[in-house]
Every structure is written in C-alpha cells, then in structure tokens.
C-alpha cells in the first residue's frame, strides 16, 4: 500500500519539477476549447451537442497526456529498475492513481473553462453530473493506463495510442454524454440509473482485468 | 472421407443460394417452397441469409482470436499465435462483408446507408477493434512480443463488447431485432412489436437461414484452416533461411 504511494509520489514530483507535461497539456487543452469557440463563432447550438464535444475535448486531452506514465519510463530506460523495485500489481495501481490525479485535474480546466466560455453549458443538475464525471474519471484512467502499458513497447506510440483507447474508451464515452446531457435538461437522477450502473460496471471491470492482464506486460 | 467437409459445404451452399434466390415471396404461402412476404421488406428480406451469417462469423472469429490468444499466452506456443492472427485476418474481411451487406441492406429499407443504430454502433467497433489490432501488430518488432501484447489488446477490447451487445441495445432505440422502439400513439419507448423487429421468422424461412449459419460457418473453418497452415509454412521457411 505504502509501495503504491510511493510510486506515485515519485511520479507526481518530477512531474511537478519539470511542468513540460503539465504545461503541454493545459495549453492543449485551451487550444482544443478555442477551436471549438472559433468554430461555433457567435452562433448558438443545441446543448446537447456541447455536453458531446465537452467529452471529445476530455477524450483527445487524456489521450495526449496520459501514456506519458509508461512512455516516460521506458525513453528514460527506468523500466527495468522498477520492475525490480515492486511487484507488477504496486506500479500498476501507482501509475493508476497518478493518472487519476491527472485527469481529475485536466477535466475540472476542461469544465471551468466550458462553463465559463460558453452560456449555453449550464449543468442542472448537480448530482448526475458530479456521480458521472467520478466514475467517468476513474473508467479513462484505468482503460488508459492498461493501453499505456501496452503502448510503451512499440515503435509509434503517439499515433497509435487514441488507436488502440478508442475502441476501449467508446462504451464509456457514449454513457457519459447521455448522463451529461440529462444532466443539463435537468432531469432527476432516476432517469439516468441504467447508465450509471454502466459505468460503474465498466470501472470495476476494466480495474479488475488491468490489474489481471498487467502482471504479463510488464514482465519481458 | 477425406473430402466430406467440403462435399457437404458444396451441398449446403447449394440449397443456400437456391433456397435465397428461387422461392417466390407471396401474401399467402400454400407450399412449402413460398416464402411469406413482410410489409416494408418484401423482396429485400433475402439478404438475411448472407448478412446474418457474416455478422456471426466476424464475432465467431474474434472469439476465436482471442481463445488462442490467451492459449499463446499459456504455452508460448508460436503456432498458437499463428492461427489467432489468421482468425484475426478472416475476422476482419468478414466484419466490412456484415458492414457493406447490412448498410446496402439499411439504404433499401431504412432509407440510409447508415443509422448509427445501436447494432450498427457495435459493429462499427469491432470494426475500429479489428483495425486497431493489425495497427498494434504492424508496430512492434520482436516476434514474441508481438504475439503476447496483441494477445493482451484482444482480451482488454473484448471486454467491451458485452455493452455494446448486451447493454446498449436495451437502453438506446434502434431498428434491429430485438430493440427498443417508440411507441406512435403515445410517444412512449417500449418493446418493439414490429414483426421483423421481434424476429418471428417463417418455418421454411427459418430452415435456410439455419442451413446458411452452418454452410458459411463451415467456410470459415475452411478458410482459416488454409490460412494458419500457409502462415505456418512462411514462418518455418523464414526461420530456415
């Protein structure tokens, strides 16, 4: 348990000496918003079509930031020394909770500076919203660190990752845009019930298997 | 008796095709050999007999890719890995065969190629997964590592499919077999009632399309059979050299 913490710690710290990634990743982030600005231009759309694109702009965010986690051991050529240091199930849920932080903290730019830009992405209410956005957090991690891991033992990394995370990611990404949009017609949270079973069976499924799976790519 | 299996493909195909194109579609079929007609398919109806098939076979093979996936991963058996791929590959041009029949299928019933209905959503995905897979393949050097991380992508995406099969089906409306519908009186999502949506098929119907899953299944293990063992051959003869 402490291993996990520490993993994470080390992770989490030279993140925060040399804020490339950081950086990179917040200015991909206000880029990708002023994209979407530029090209509504003044005219106002349906809001369910923002509480789509606020997930696209979730989605292509983790998928540059988030296979640095395995990407950057294995360019430093640290993999090694790691698996060496703890058992393949500690680094796993180490880069687990490092990617958590991650994009707990990219998503709540992503939110503020949606709700901020545009009026019409006014969320009712609260409560699915809020539920969704956790579990939501918790599946990308988890489905993005497995395809990380896999990812950062071949030759094109960048092109291939939102490859191989799409098709991972879609059952996830789909659930979350039909709670959002409840969420701004403000409906009760009733009615999005089956959806939020989806997804909390799609974190504990993908969890579980990650864990299951990781063990056999991380060891050469 | 060497040959049996292909005999009787050659006899099943036969009475597959004729059993498609021959039977004549009237109101009220007197013999056997007459099919019913369905209000808003009508002749269209016939392409059943192939599209179903194909969509089976493509989720048939990524089953099987994944089995001796995961069998590699047991043994570390090269071989094994050599007949995931080949399913892999059949899989794959049987999948675009279920997307190209079912959207000329949509255009003639439905009015568009596509409708982003929740069955066409999943093969759509199994689609992207099957690219993904080769794309994954085609990126790592080392033959060994190959094998054992695309046999790792097939069970992280397989387990996916359950929503898209068994989940979303029952929460999003669709035109498929089998989904939800909205009800024209009262605005109301139900149960569909439409016959060609609640999948009650006629007996002679039935017949043929059952005859037609055993044919192309058949077909398949055929063609998979000859594609492992030619890829066996190329890897023998390239580690010789």
Known sequence: MKKIFYIFYKDFSSELRMRFALNALIMFVVVAVSTILFSLGSESVAPNVYAG?????????????????????????????????????????????????????????????????????????????????????????????????????????????????????????????????????GNPISDVEAELLVLISYDVVMITASILVFDIIWRD | MKNFWKFLLFVLMTIVIIGTFVPPIVQYPKSFFEFPLIPGLEDKARIIFFHVPTAWLTVLAYLLAMFYGIRYLKRKDMYDDIKSVSAAALGFVFCILATVTGSVWAKFTWGSFWHWDPRETSIFILLLIYGAYFALRSALDSEEKRARLSAIYS????????????????????????????????????????????????????????????????????????AHRILKLEHVSQKEI
């Open chain 1, 53 to 185: 694109m606020f997930w696209v702009v979730v989605f292509f965010s983790a998928m540059s930031g988030l296979s640095r986690v395995f990407v950057s051991e294995e360019e430093r050529g640290t993999t090694l020394i790691l698996s060496l240091i703890a058992n393949p199930v500690t680094v796993f849920l180490g880069k687990f909770l490092f990617n958590l932080v991650l994009i707990f903290f990219i998503n709540s730019v992503i939110a503020l500076l949606y709700m901020f830009l545009f009026q019409e992405f006014l969320i009712q209410n609260w409560n699915s919203f809020l539920l969704a956005y956790v579990l939501g957090n918790f599946g990308i991690s988890a489905s993005s660190t497995i395809i990380a891991a896999i990812i950062s033992k071949a030759n094109v990394k960048g092109t291939l990752y939102p490859v191989l995370a799409f098709p991972v990611l879609l059952p996830l990404i789909l659930m979350l845009i039909e709670i959002t949009k409840s969420a701004m017609e």
């Open chain 2, 155 to 226: 069970i992280i995406a397989f387990l996916t499919t359950p929503f898209f099969i068994f989940i979303m089906p029952r929460l999003m409306i669709g035109l498929h077999p089998g989904s939800l519908e909205i009800d024209p009186a009262t605005g109301q999502v139900r149960a569909s009632s439409n016959p060609v949506i609640k999948f009650e098929m006629a007996a002679n119907m039935r017949v043929v399309f059952f005859l037609s899953l055993i044919a192309f299944t058949i077909l398949f293990f055929w063609f998979w059979n000859l």
